[in-house]
């Protein structure tokens, strides 16, 4: 079975950093395409940023040259280096995973981790 547990979510001020991690356990397929997303109040899931087997990376415009997606896949976990957060930037953040770049079709999902900026 599949299980992936986000953590490292929390409340920071407008220009701090989080870090996101998503461990991953039960995926055995040796391709994959691991995701992060986030859906704010009233708005619809997002796709933030997106890594696959062979380590090419995507990220939405809005986290350009803020956010860094990495994977280490000894620890089997995926991370989210968020730097100079904006308030925009809150949400429920979720990791998910599948074998392919299937966006909010992905397989498996976790149960999120909130983000709060305040300004």
């Known amino acids: 079975q599949v299980r992936l547990v986000e953590s490292g979510g929390g409340s920071v001020q407008a220009g701090g950093s989080l870090r996101l991690s998503c461990a991953v356990s039960?995926?055995?397929?040796?391709?994959?395409?691991m995701n992060w997303f986030r859906q704010g109040p009233g708005k619809e899931r997002e796709g933030v940023a997106r890594i696959d087997s062979d380590g090419i990376t995507g990220y939405a415009d809005s986290v350009k040259g803020r956010f860094t997606i990495s994977v280490d896949s000894a620890k089997h976990t995926l991370y989210l280096q968020m730097n100079s957060l904006k308030p925009e930037d809150s949400a429920i953040y979720y990791c998910?995973?599948?074998?392919?770049?299937?966006?909010?079709?992905?397989?498996?999902w976790g149960q999120g981790t909130q983000v709060s900026v305040s300004s």
């Open positions: 998910a995973v599948d074998d392919l770049c299937k966006g909010v079709h992905s397989a498996y």
């Open positions: 039960g995926y055995t397929d040796s391709t994959y395409c």
